[in-house]
């Protein structure tokens, strides 16, 4: 099994920087594709940035040059730097991670990121 334990998130202003955190455990491959989605009330999860295996990373156009997804394999830890964030990136924030093999998804708790104008 795998679990995905997400942190820093919290309150920003409006042109400020968090980093998100997500610590995996369990059956972990360096197979798996890392993701971060989110989601506002009423809204579906969106996908916000991918991370290969190979290391190649995808964003969606809202957070493309504003944000970067790394992976640290050392610490089984992925990372979501969020930079110059806006109002509208204010949502819950949730790690995922994809086993191909399988066709799978596992999902952290999620945390919530709040940008003030």
């Known amino acids: 099994q795998v679990k995905l334990v997400e942190s820093g998130g919290g309150l920003v202003q409006a042109g400020g920087s968090l980093r998100l955190s997500c610590a995996a455990s369990?059956?972990?491959?360096?197979?798996?594709?890392m993701r971060w989605y989110r989601q506002t009330p009423g809204k579906e999860r969106e996908l916000c940035a991918t991370l290969t295996s190979g290391g190649s990373a995808n964003y969606v156009d809202s957070v493309t040059g504003r944000f970067t997804i790394s992976r640290d394999n050392s610490k089984n830890t992925v990372y979501l730097q969020m930079n110059s964030l806006k109002p509208e990136d204010t949502a819950v924030y949730y790690c995922a991670l994809l086993r191909v093999s399988r066709d799978s998804l596992f999902w952290g708790q999620g945390t919530q990121v709040t940008v003030s104008s």
């Open positions: 369990g059956y972990i491959f360096n197979t798996d594709v």
